[in-house]
T-cell receptor, first 112, second 113 residues
């Protein structure tokens, strides 16, 4: 089955620790995205990557970092610099030439 | 103001029609989308409409687009309890945007039996 996987589904971390969220896709999509979702806030774009070894900041990139070493993978690191990291994080991907984005199931991060 | 605006809540009775409204700002958007999110899950594409269309129907779903007013609506006929979810409207940015989507804050649809 083709799709996007995010792991883990729930993640707990202590304040001050960095944490990396996984996103993998086997759809052969070129572009990948990370969004953050807070209640009543909709989706806000953190980072996106149009192609391997390239990525751009979205609207709320501060306190986050990404890498795109492989086409299938786009991990997101939530650093200790992120002031309020507790949220639901969604990864998405898209094939070039098409605007439709396919979403993973999300990771709920709770920082204690 | 917001790029894409939606009301936050809608409550309907089972069997009634639901209409979820959305306004957007980028007149060069080529596609407009409706996504559905069930609790604790990712977003699932429901339907989309190309900007040169006025209406698109897909089974119980009808999308209406008023490009002049930049208004998009999603009508769900014969709403069922399984339709309870958050519905997001999204617009694609204009040309040269590399396919980024701008999402509204989502409308939470509650269906009462």
């Amino acid at each position: 089955d083709g799709g996007i996987t995010q792991s883990p589904k729930y993640l707990f971390r202590k304040e001050g620790q960095n944490v990396t969220l996984s996103c993998e896709q086997n759809l052969n999509h070129d572009a990948m995205y990370w969004y953050r979702q807070d209640p009543g806030q909709g989706l806000r774009l953190i980072y996106y990557s149009q192609i391997v070894n390239d990525f751009q900041k979205g609207d709320i990139a501060e306190g986050y970092s990404v890498s795109r070493e492989k086409k299938e993978s786009f991990p997101l690191t939530v650093t200790s610099a992120q002031k309020n990291p507790t949220a639901f994080y969604l990864c998405a991907s898209r094939t070039s030439g098409d605007n439709e984005q396919f979403f993973g199931p999300g990771t709920r991060l709770t920082v204690l | 103001g917001e790029d894409v605006e939606q009301s936050l809540f809608l409550s309907v009775r089972e069997g009634d029609s639901s209409v979820i409204n959305c306004t957007y700002t980028d007149s060069s958007s080529t596609y407009l989308y409706w996504y559905k999110q069930e609790p604790g899950a990712g977003l699932q594409l429901l339907t989309y409409i190309f900007s040169n269309m006025d209406m698109k129907q897909d089974q119980r779903l009808t999308v209406l687009l008023n490009k002049k007013d930049k208004h998009l609506s999603l009508r769900i006929a014969d709403t069922q309890t399984g339709d309870s979810a958050i519905y997001f409207c999204a617009e694609s940015r204009g040309r040269g945007s590399q396919g980024n989507l701008i999402f509204g804050k989502g409308t939470k649809l509650s269906v009462k039996p």
